[in-house]
């Protein structure tokens, strides 16, 4: 079993920066790919950015694309979501999630992880 702790929510305006953490515990986090993923009050839970196991290979989805950054310590076990230029758009429960597939891709639906943290909440005002 991995277990998954996300931090670093909050409320900020828009504009502002955030960064999420999210520590690994349980087993060997080098093995997993990493997504971070969220999900807004009536919508469905949607990829935000997502590393692969080796690190090679990173994802982003167009909504988040030069305003986020996804990196990962192997060393500490933790996976990060650097937040920049926060826009209202950006509000909802971020999860962080690990796949187990040994993929060169991120996948980049919610289907192939198979441990998620329990969710930071970001809110960005306007």
């Known amino acids: 079993q991995l277990q998954l702790v996300e931090s670093g929510g909050g409320l900020v305006q828009a504009g502002g920066s955030l960064l999420l953490s999210c520590a690994a515990s349980?087993?060997?986090?080098?093995?997993?790919?990493m997504g971070w993923f969220r999900q807004a009050p009536g919508k469905e839970r949607e990829i935000v950015a997502g590393?692969?196991?080796?690190?090679?290979?990173?994802y982003y989805a167009d909504s988040v694309k030069g305003r986020f950054t996804i990196s990962r310590d192997n060393a500490k076990n933790t996976v990060y979501l650097q937040m920049n230029s926060l826009k209202p758009e950006d509000t909802a429960v971020y999860y962080c999630?690990?796949?187990?597939?040994?993929?060169?891709?991120?996948?980049?639906?919610?289907?192939?992880?198979?441990?998620w943290g329990q969710g930071t909440q970001v809110t960005v005002s306007s």
């Open positions: 590393v692969s196991w080796s690190g090679d290979s990173t």
């Open positions: 349980g087993r060997t986090f080098s093995n997993y790919a």
């Open positions: 999630a690990a796949d187990r597939g040994r993929t060169t891709a991120v996948e980049v639906t919610s289907k192939p992880y198979d441990y």
